[in-house]
T-cell receptor, first 114, second 113 residues
């Protein structure tokens, strides 16, 4: 069953802790993305990777880090430097570079600081 | 500045009624425009994708239109169902070298029985 899987669905973090959100895809897609969604705002790009072992900062990368050691995996670490991490995090992947290429989203991880 | 604006912010309709959601964008250079449906607490799911040369595209009860001259798109939902209750997000892709997506803030639709 092909798709993109995020885990966990819910995550709680104490202040000062680092946490890692998982994103795995078996669609053989080259490009993967991490977005943050806050109420009343559009999705904002945190990091993206267009190929294995390469990634680029998005619009709001401060306080986050990623790795892309395998094509199918793109984990996101929310570090203690991220001052307002409570949000809904979405991972997406896209295969190809054509104009009609579809992007698929995972089901999201809701991170809450306690 | 690349922007995508959606209206209305929220909408309540009765089951069986039609509705139209609007999307205006100022994205350049334009590549394509997509409409996504997002259920509460879930990831967005694609409804339609339209390139510059396409004026209309349908997916079941969903019909999207695109006017590239006025930079406007609409999503028309016919004979609404309770399961249509969700947020609908307009996403425009810019071919700026990184194939960047610009997301609208969405329209929250509630269908009542």
């Amino acid at each position: 069953d092909g798709g993109i899987t995020q885990s966990p669905k819910y995550l709680f973090r104490k202040e000062g802790q680092n946490v890692t959100l998982s994103c795995e895809q078996n669609l053989n897609h080259d490009a993967m993305y991490w977005y943050r969604q806050d109420p009343g705002q559009g999705l904002r790009l945190i990091y993206y990777s267009q190929i294995v072992n390469d990634f680029q900062k998005g619009d709001i990368a401060e306080g986050y880090s990623v790795s892309r050691e395998k094509k199918e995996s793109f984990p996101l670490t929310v570090t203690s430097a991220q001052k307002n991490p409570t949000a809904f995090y979405l991972c997406a992947s896209r295969g190809g570079t054509g104009k009609g290429t579809e992007a698929f989203f995972g089901q999201g991880t809701r991170l809450t600081v306690v | 500045k690349n922007q995508v604006e959606q209206s209305p912010q929220s909408l309540i309709i009765l089951e069986g009624k039609n509705c139209t959601l609007q999307c205006n964008y100022t994205v350049s250079p334009f590549s394509n425009l997509r409409w996504y449906k997002q259920d509460t607490g879930r990831g967005p799911v694609s409804l339609t994708i339209m390139t510059f040369s396409e004026n209309t595209k349908s997916n079941g009860r969903y019909t999207a239109t695109l006017d590239a001259d006025t930079k406007q798109s609409s999503l028309h939902i016919t004979a609404s169902q309770l399961s249509d209750s969700a947020s609908y997000i307009c996403v425009v892709s810019a071919t700026s070298g990184t194939y960047k997506y610009i997301f609208g803030t969405g329209t929250r639709l509630k269908v009542l029985a």
